[in-house]
C-alpha cells in the first residue's frame, strides 16, 4: 500500500526507532504511569476501552504511522482543516517559550502536530480514554518528539490539573462530546488552568448542523423508523438533536454553540470550511445540513 505523507517529518529510521521504543517501552511505566494509574472514570463508554480503528492504532511501526498520516491528511480534512485553525491563533500576541493544553486530544496528532511549532516549548495533551492516551506517545517519538515536548495528562472536560498554567488551550474534535452540564466546569477548568488574563481557546475540527439536519432526522424518525427501532433511539419529538449516552456526540445547532461561548464568558470569531471533514458525505449534503467551522475564542474583559 502506498501513503501520501508530508516528507518533511523528521522520521527515524525504521531500526532507530525500534530502538528508542524499546526504551520507551522499559520507561513507560514511570515517565506516564500509565498502566498504574486508574483511569479516571468521566470519559463515556465509547471512549473508555475501545477497540481503536486501525487508522487510530500507532505503535511503533512506520507503516501503522504512515496509516494515521493517509486518514487525517488524505481520506478526511481533519489535518488540513485543524492546520488552518492553528493559522488563527494570534500567535504574535502570545510569544515565545509557550505552554499549551490540548484537550480530549485522542490518539495525539494534534498535540505532536502543535508541538512542533517554533514557539511551543510544552503540550500537556489530555485525555482520559485508555486506548487512545497508549498512543500518545508513540504518535511523539514518530514526529520527531519526546515525551517532555507532550505529556500526557489523565484527565477530562470536568477534573484536570495541570502541573502549570497555560498560555493558550485547543479542544479539536471534543468540544462536540462534552455535554451541556459539563460546558460550565470546562470552561472553569480551562481559565484556572490558565495563566493569562485574556484567556484564549482554539475549537478546532467542529460542527453545527442547519434547521435542513433536523427536518431530514423528523423525516427519518416518521418514514424509516418503526416502533421497535424508535424505542431503541435516544432521539425522538421533542429531543431531536439529544446527545449519544454512548460517546455524548452532540448535534448542536449554531445558536446553542454561541450560547455556550458567551455564557462562559468568551467571545466567538468563527470560520467556516467549505467542505466535509469527514469526507464521507456528498456536497450537497454537506452544504445543505453541515457546517464545519473552527472558532477562536477569546475571554471577555471583567
Ligand atoms: C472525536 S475524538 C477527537 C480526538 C482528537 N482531538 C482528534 O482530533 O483526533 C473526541 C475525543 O474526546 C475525548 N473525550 C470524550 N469525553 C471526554 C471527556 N469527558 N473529557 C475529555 N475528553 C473526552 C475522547 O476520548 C476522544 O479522544
Redesign the pocket.
Known amino acids: 500500500m502506498r501513503y501520501i505523507c508530508d516528507p518533511t517529518y523528521p522520521r527515524l529510521s525504521e531500526s532507530n526507532f525500534v530502538k528508542v521504543m524499546q526504551q520507551l517501552t522499559e520507561l513507560e511505566n514511570d515517565i506516564v504511569g500509565m498502566d498504574k494509574e486508574p483511569f479516571i472514570s468521566?470519559?463515556?463508554e465509547?471512549?473508555a476501552e475501545e477497540e481503536l480503528a486501525s487508522h487510530?492504532a500507532v505503535d511503533g511501526n512506520v507503516e501503522s504511522f504512515n496509516r494515521l498520516i493517509n486518514y487525517?491528511e488524505v481520506k478526511t480534512n481533519?489535518k488540513p482543516y485543524?492546520e488552518s485553525a492553528l493559522t488563527h491563533i494570534p500567535w504574535d500576541s502570545l510569544g515565545e517559550d509557550l505552554v499549551i493544553a490540548?484537550?480530549?486530544?485522542?490518539?495525539?496528532?494534534?498535540s505532536a502536530l502543535i508541538s512542533r511549532m517554533p514557539q511551543v516549548r510544552k503540550v500537556y495533551s489530555?485525555?482520559?480514554?485508555r486506548a487512545?492516551a497508549r498512543r500518545i506517545q508513540y504518535i511523539a517519538k514518530h514526529f520527531g518528539l519526546n515525551n517532555r515536548q507532550v505529556e500526557w495528562i489523565n484527565?477530562?472536560?470536568?477534573?484536570?490539573n495541570l502541573p502549570e498554567k497555560v498560555d493558550y488551550v485547543i479542544?479539536?474534535?471534543?468540544f462536540?462530546?462534552?455535554v451541556d452540564t459539563?460546558q460550565k466546569s470546562l470552561f472553569e477548568n480551562i481559565v484556572s488552568n490558565s495563566r493569562r488574563s485574556k484567556v484564549g481557546v482554539l475549537v478546532?475540527?467542529e460542527h453545527y448542523v442547519t434547521t435542513v439536519w433536523t427536518l431530514n432526522r423528523m423525516k427519518s424518525y416518521y418514514l424509516k423508523e418503526n416502533a421497535a427501532s424508535r424505542k431503541q433511539l435516544c432521539w425522538g419529538p421533542g429531543q431531536w438533536r439529544e446527545p449519544s449516552p454512548r460517546?455524548?456526540e452532540h448535534h448542536r445547532i449554531k445558536r446553542e454553540c454561541d450560547r455556550i461561548f458567551e455564557g462562559n464568558g468568551f467571545n466567538a470569531t468563527y470560520y467556516i470550511h467549505p467542505g466535509d471533514l469527514c469526507k464521507n458525505k456528498s456536497p450537497l449534503k454537506t452544504r445543505l445540513m453541515w457546517r464545519y467551522y473552527h472558532a477562536v475564542l477569546e475571554r471577555k474583559e471583567i
Do not use: K, M
Open positions: 468521566d470519559v463515556p465509547r471512549f487510530w487525517i481533519f485543524f490540548d484537550i480530549g486530544s485522542g490518539v495525539g496528532w494534534t489530555i485525555e482520559p480514554g487512545r484527565g477530562s472536560f470536568e477534573n484536570f479542544l479539536c474534535a471534543s462536540h462530546h462534552c459539563l478546532a475540527n460517546d455524548n
